[in-house]
């Protein structure tokens, strides 16, 4: 018998593929054995370090799409919002590791804003991370759900979930290996304190959030959501759990500050970050040169984290 040998990349999804695999190089075809070749895909920590590395710098910009605050030349529109993004992303794509759209915003334009959805990763650059900003978290059956639709039709490299349902409802999240999660634990909107800051026996709420994403994280996939507007809990979880990677929403608009972010975490050489602008990004300008001022507000936002 001759064998045929057949290459696959193997993400890790499921622990039935390489078992499955074993059982097909076992059957005969037409006389022929399949020698299978596995070669693992790129994990999610691996793929956050070459975004980085790529661009020198840890920023996401948020994309927050609004009608009503398009420059005033584009259609106040989905078509206008589309044109929007294009020249967004273009202006930027090499001054930034990642892009998080917010899904209400699209959600909010009908079925051309999931269209855009589905549409967005052709617009980035191969490295370029893109995390889809949904808060999921319900019961595992619909969480499968949600994790096809937004790795499978989004093309999302991570997604942001609630961990209020527990860490056995994230599954169908936390089992993707090549796929990040950040949980939220303390989150940059006024208020956030009313839950996050109650207290548990032995810490605060937020900080058994992230204790148990810390036990989640069997596949080195999992972070954390924490507000720049949030410096004594970004201090505390730096000392409680400094391994896990962190999406920092909260500068600009809402008041946080990136640069004392940035000095705390500074302490902390070995721990990832990726701090997030949205608005002040995505509205520097309402006129023609939209796009050039997005880009001459993302590269003042890459210096005060550099």
Same mark, same amino acid.
């Given at each position: 018998?001759?064998?045929?040998?057949?290459?696959?990349?193997? $993400?890790?999804?499921?622990?039935?593929?390489?078992?499955?695999?074993?059982? #097909?190089?076992?059957?005969?075809?037409? @006389?022929?054995?399949?020698?299978?070749?596995?070669?693992?895909?790129?994990?999610?920590?691996? +793929?956050?370090?070459?975004?980085?590395?790529?661009?020198?710098? *840890?920023? %996401?910009?948020?994309?927050?799409?609004?009608?009503?605050?398009? *420059?005033?030349?584009?259609?106040?529109?989905?078509?206008?919002?589309?044109?929007?993004?294009?020249?967004?992303?273009?202006?930027?794509? $090499?001054?930034?590791?990642?892009?998080?759209?917010?899904? &209400?915003?699209?959600?909010?334009?009908?079925?051309?804003?999931?269209?855009?959805?589905?549409?967005?990763?052709?617009?980035?650059?191969?490295?370029?991370?893109?995390?889809?900003?949904?808060?999921?978290?319900?019961?595992?059956?619909?969480?499968?759900?949600?994790?096809?639709?937004?790795?499978?039709?989004?093309? &999302?490299?991570?997604?942001?979930?609630?961990?209020?349902?527990?860490?056995?409802?994230?599954?169908?999240?936390? $089992?993707?290996?090549?796929?990040?999660?950040?949980?939220? %634990?303390?989150?940059?909107?006024? @208020?956030?304190?009313?839950?996050?800051? #109650?207290?548990?026996?032995?810490?605060?709420?937020?900080?058994?959030?992230?204790?148990?994403? +810390?036990?989640?994280?069997?596949?080195?996939?999992?972070?954390?959501?924490?507000?720049?507007?949030? #410096?004594?809990?970004?201090?505390?979880?730096?000392?409680?759990? *400094?391994?896990?990677?962190?999406?920092?929403? @909260?500068? @600009?608009?809402?008041?946080?500050?990136? +640069?004392?972010?940035?000095?705390?975490?500074?302490?902390? *050489?070995?721990? +990832?970050?990726?701090?997030?602008?949205?608005?002040?990004?995505?509205?520097?300008?309402?006129?023609? $040169?939209?796009?050039?001022? &997005?880009?001459?507000?993302?590269?003042? %936002?890459?210096?005060?984290?550099?």
């Amino acid at each position: 018998m001759v064998a045929i040998p057949l290459t696959v990349l193997a $993400d890790g999804g499921s622990p039935l593929f390489p078992k499955a695999l074993e059982w #097909l190089a076992l059957l005969p075809f037409f @006389g022929y054995y399949v020698s299978v070749v596995l070669i693992p895909m790129t994990t999610f920590g691996e +793929r956050w370090d070459e975004a980085v590395a790529k661009v020198g710098s *840890p920023l %996401c910009i948020g994309l927050d799409p609004l009608q009503d605050k398009l *420059p005033t030349h584009l259609p106040a529109s989905p078509k206008g919002v589309w044109l929007f993004l294009q020249e967004i992303v273009h202006a930027t794509s $090499d001054l930034a590791a990642a892009f998080k759209p917010n899904l &209400a915003f699209f959600g909010a334009l009908g079925a051309e804003g999931w269209e855009m959805l589905e549409r967005l990763h052709e617009l980035l650059r191969a490295h370029t991370l893109l995390i889809a900003d949904g808060k999921f978290g319900d019961i595992p059956s619909t969480n499968e759900q949600y994790a096809k639709a937004v790795f499978g039709r989004i093309h &999302a490299h991570a997604l942001t979930v609630n961990p209020y349902l527990g860490g056995q409802s994230l599954a169908p999240f936390l $089992d993707e290996p090549a796929r990040g999660v950040f949980v939220l %634990c303390a989150t940059s909107n006024p @208020g956030a304190e009313e839950l996050q800051e #109650l207290p548990a026996p032995q810490r605060p709420l937020f900080e058994e959030v992230a204790l148990r994403a +810390r036990a989640w994280n069997r596949h080195g996939n999992v972070g954390l959501v924490v507000g720049t507007t949030r #410096l004594e809990a970004l201090e505390h979880l730096q000392s409680l759990v *400094p391994e896990l990677p962190l999406l920092l929403p @909260g500068s @600009g608009a809402q008041g946080g500050s990136a +640069r004392e972010a940035t000095a705390l975490l500074a302490k902390n *050489p070995k721990g +990832r970050a990726l701090f997030v602008w949205a608005r002040h990004i995505l509205y520097a300008s309402s006129g023609r $040169d939209f796009a050039a001022a &997005a880009r001459q507000a993302a590269q003042k %936002c890459r210096e005060e984290i550099a």
